[in-house]
């Protein structure tokens, strides 16, 4: 992870990610958990999101 996020950020990142997994999205890690929070939270651990936080006007 280039930047480190705040524990805010990382909390809709994870809640983001678990929606899309409830909805169907592939899983883009190997687990052996069900549920969507839980395997978000092991992708963002992975570190394999792509997702792009911005902050404010820079």
């Given at each position: 992870?280039?930047?480190?996020?705040?524990?805010?950020?990382?909390?809709?990142?994870?809640?983001?990610?678990?929606l899309?997994?409830?909805?169907?999205?592939?899983?883009?890690?190997?687990?052996?958990?069900?549920?969507?929070?839980?395997?978000?939270?092991?992708?963002?651990?992975?570190?394999?999101?792509?997702?792009?936080?911005?902050?404010?006007?820079?």
């Amino acid at each position: 992870m280039s930047q480190s996020r705040n524990r805010y950020e990382k909390a809709r990142i994870i809640g983001a990610r678990a929606l899309q997994v409830a909805y169907g999205a592939p899983v883009l890690v190997d687990t052996e958990q069900t549920q969507p929070i839980l395997i978000a939270a092991e992708e963002y651990d992975a570190g394999v999101l792509p997702f792009t936080v911005r902050r404010g006007e820079q």
